[in-house]
C-alpha cells in the first residue's frame, strides 16, 4: 500500500510539532495502523531519511519484492522507520 500526499502530510504534521515525544510512536501507529512501524535509534539506519524532524528522521520502507529495502519513492512505501535522532526539544 502507497502513502498518499494527506498521509504524508499529517505525518509532517505530528513529526514537526515541537512537543513530540517518545509516545509520538504509539499515536503514528494507532493513525496508520496499515503501515508497518518500525523505531530505532537514527545511527542504526545508514541510509539518507525520507525527511529529518528535529528529534526523529523517518524512513521508508518497500517490501513489494519480498526483501525489505528503503526507498525514497512514497508509491513504494508500505512502512516507515522512526528513527530517533536522540534529541530533546
Not at 7 to 23: F, Q
Not at 43 to 65: C, G
Request: with cysteine; charged share 30%.
Amino acid at each position: 500500500m502507497a502513502l498518499d500526499a494527506d498521509e504524508l502530510n499529517e505525518i509532517d504534521r505530528v513529526l514537526s510539532d515541537p512537543g513530540v515525544d517518545a509516545g509520538v510512536f504509539t499515536e503514528l501507529r494507532r493513525r496508520f495502523p496499515h503501515l508497518s512501524w518500525t523505531k530505532c535509534d537514527a545511527s542504526d539506519v545508514n541510509e539518507m531519511p525520507f525527511r529529518s524532524y528535529l528529534r526523529y528522521e523517518i524512513h521508508l520502507v518497500d517490501r513489494t519484492d519480498h526483501c525489505l529495502q528503503i526507498t525514497a519513492d512514497p508509491m513504494r512505501a508500505s512502512g516507515i522507520v522512526l528513527a530517533d535522532r536522540n534529541v530533546t526539544p
